[in-house]
T-cell receptor, first 115, second 112 residues
Framework: EPEVTQTPSHQVTQMGQEVILRCVPISNHLYFYWYRQILGQKVEFLVS????????KSEIFDDQFSVERPDGSNFTLKIRSTKLEDSAMYFC?????????????FGSGTRLTVV | DQQVKQNSPSLSVQEGRISILNCDYTNSMFDYFLWYKKYPAEGPTFLISISSIKDKNEDGRFTVFLNKSAKHLSLHIVPSQPGDSAVYFC???????????FGKGTRLHILP
């Protein structure tokens, strides 16, 4: 069964450093998403991406965050200057169609720990 | 602002019995509802969805019921199996939107 692959599975970084979280969506999917889950809290939407541009973003997705699809297969989330409160599980997801009515496919997540 | 609420953080059910997971929502503009299942160290996995114009959708052992007047939905798992032990997230999609709004999840334990 096709999978969304995320690397690394765990990233530890110092506060103020830049991190890049990587995702390989399912190959025929056109819509890409990042979500995060702070420990003990709900899964929260960060950003959606289609046709090489951001289609929607949440309040969490401020100027410190950016996304890119650099080479047609990878989809990356960059946090420019990490803060302690960025520590969370980050999930990438992809879908064939525009609406998530039938559910996206999520990756296994990257646990980001900011120290 | 909790638009999707799962008030039970955990639930224990005997194997073979029915598991009922509940969810309430506040936004009348949701037009799709979904349930996701999550195992530790894995991402959420889509289980079943229901359109706001329906009141029931069934897929094998899983049935989702929607009561729009009460802004309530529930997921029924019959019969419950050990592999059903996981965290279940209720989620909703606002009208004309493609983001998913998740609840906090309910941890389901299936007891032998």
């Amino acid at each position: 069964e096709p999978e969304v692959t995320q690397t690394p599975s765990h990233q530890v970084t110092q506060m103020g450093q830049e991190v890049i979280l990587r995702c390989v969506p399912i190959s025929n999917h056109l819509y890409f998403y990042w979500y995060r889950q702070i420990l003990g809290q709900k899964v929260e939407f960060l950003v959606s991406f289609y046709n090489n541009e951001i289609s929607e973003k949440s309040e969490i997705f401020d100027d410190q965050f950016s996304v890119e699809r650099p080479d047609g297969s990878n989809f990356t989330l960059k946090i420019r200057s990490t803060k302690l409160e960025d520590s969370a599980m980050y999930f990438c997801a992809s879908s064939e169609g525009a609406r998530a009515n039938y559910g996206y496919t999520f990756g296994s997540g990257t646990r980001l720990t900011v120290v | 602002d909790q638009q999707v609420k799962q008030n039970s953080p955990s639930l224990s059910v005997q194997e073979g019995r029915i598991s009922i997971l509940n969810c309430d929502y506040t936004n009348s503009m949701f037009d799709y509802f979904l349930w996701y299942k999550k195992y530790p160290a894995e991402g959420p996995t889509f289980l079943i969805s229901i359109s706001s114009i329906k009141d029931k959708n069934e897929d094998g052992r899983f049935t989702v019921f929607l009561n729009k007047s009460a802004k309530h939905l529930s997921l029924h798992i019959v019969p419950s199996q050990p592999g059903d032990s996981a965290v279940y997230f209720c989620a909703a999609i606002p009208n004309r939107d493609d983001k998913i709004i998740f609840g906090k999840g309910t941890r389901l334990h299936i007891l032998p």
